[in-house]
């Protein structure tokens, strides 16, 4: 027994003196609580809308003011006409556009009833949805107010329009979602044991003594990667062209050359990967675990980034995917062009650089 005991306490000294045993055990849990408490949300917060009033009476003022008060709703933009709203929605500034009739306090005193349209950007069907049934919620609430003392029962009538998603199919948000997700992991993994396995395999010394520099070692281990990866990106699309009926409103050449730019980041980042882990099956798990559930949850895939508290919203910045999913989504969706898309193709392309040129620094103090 005092064998077993002294076992026992020589194995609690071994996981306490290993740091990665420790933060397995407890930072693990922690993190994924509070990622999984914050991010997993059907709930929207602060979601920016455009405000159409064409009445601009006492009452729409009201009730443009109760939907501004509310922790729901941030009134992002005043339009002055119906050709905007196809423009903001292409932007992608704003989720949802309200737009209120003319004269819509004196319909509503003389006729009891007038109507806002609340128009929402279907590319999230969830999200639309949720969407429409907050306002609706809201202006149910100012109905019930109105009501209260009246002689007469007053009647908002909301008509809601989902743009580009009429019929709310999920197919459109599952596509380009799953679409990130696959290119991203199997690219990343890919590339991430290059260099591991040079290591383990015991090759890396001819690696480091051939006349190679470090730049052309980086280059040349994604290369080979790009034109496999280019071909699961094309099996993809047609998939979702001709399986799931996912339309392509906007040039095929573009979301080709969007999806090359993605695919050539994903690689740099399993490039990047390679170059810190030791072994192989550490790549492995960095680009599993350390990017399967940051692409699943902070890209916007599935729960609404407005939604998530400012810290996770910022840290949603660096992932590559949350500004695929957003080109992909103006591409196949809305039928944008890069006129409308070059602010996320730009930060793309940057931090594909940037995991390029950390990578050869980091394969560089190798060498030294």
């Known amino acids: 027994m005092k064998r077993f005991i002294g076992f026992i306490k020589k194995e609690f000294y071994h996981i306490f003196r290993d740091k990665r045993s420790l933060f397995i055990l407890f930072g ?11 991010a997993i949300t059907n709930e929207i917060n602060n979601v920016d809308i455009a405000v159409l009033d064409h009445s601009k009476d006492a009452t729409t003022k009201e009730i443009i003011t109760k939907i501004a008060d509310s922790k729901y709703f941030s009134i992002k933009q005043v339009i002055i006409s119906e050709a905007e709203i196809k423009s903001i929605f292409e932007k992608g500034r704003v989720k949802a556009v309200l737009n209120f009739e003319k004269e819509f306090s004196s319909k509503l005193i003389k006729n009891k009833q007038a109507t806002v349209q609340i128009i929402t950007d279907a590319t999230d069907p969830n999200t639309a949805n949720t969407i429409s049934n907050y306002v609706n919620a809201i202006l149910q609430q100012y109905q019930k107010q109105l009501n209260k003392d009246a002689s007469f029962v007053y009647q908002i009538v909301p008509e809601t329009r989902m743009v580009y998603n009429s019929e709310l199919k999920s197919v459109y948000m599952f596509v380009p979602g799953v679409m990130t997700i696959i290119l991203m992991l199997v690219s990343a993994m890919m590339t991430s044991i290059s260099i591991s396995r040079e290591k383990e395999l015991g090759t890396m010394e001819i690696l480091l ?8 070692v980086i280059i040349g281990k994604v290369f080979p990667y790009i034109f496999l ?3 699961n990106a094309v099996i993809i699309v047609l998939l979702s062209i001709f399986i799931f009926n996912m339309p392509v409103q906007g040039s095929l050449f573009l979301l080709a050359l969007e999806s090359i730019l993605f695919i050539i980041s994903a690689l740099a980042l399993g490039i990047l990967i390679s170059t810190i882990a030791a072994t192989q099956q550490s790549a492995m798990m960095i680009s599993l675990m350390g990017l399967m559930l940051p692409v699943i949850l902070l890209s916007g895939f599935i729960f609404p980034i407005s939604s998530m508290p400012l810290p996770l919203q910022l840290i949603s910045n660096i992932i ?4 695929f999913i957003i080109i992909i989504k103006g591409i196949m969706l809305k039928g944008v062009g890069i006129e ?10 940057g931090m594909t650089l940037l995991f390029i040129a950390i990578s050869i ?3 560089k103090i190798r060498l030294e």
């Open 229 to 231: 990866s280019i071909i």
């Open 209 to 216: 003594v051939s006349p190679l520099k470090p730049f052309q």
């Open 320 to 323: 590559p995917a949350k500004w």
């Open 361 to 363: 620094k980091k394969y």
């Open 28 to 38: 693990m849990p922690i993190a994924q609580i509070l990622l999984f408490g914050f």
């Open 340 to 349: 409308y898309l070059w602010k996320e193709t730009f930060i793309l392309f």
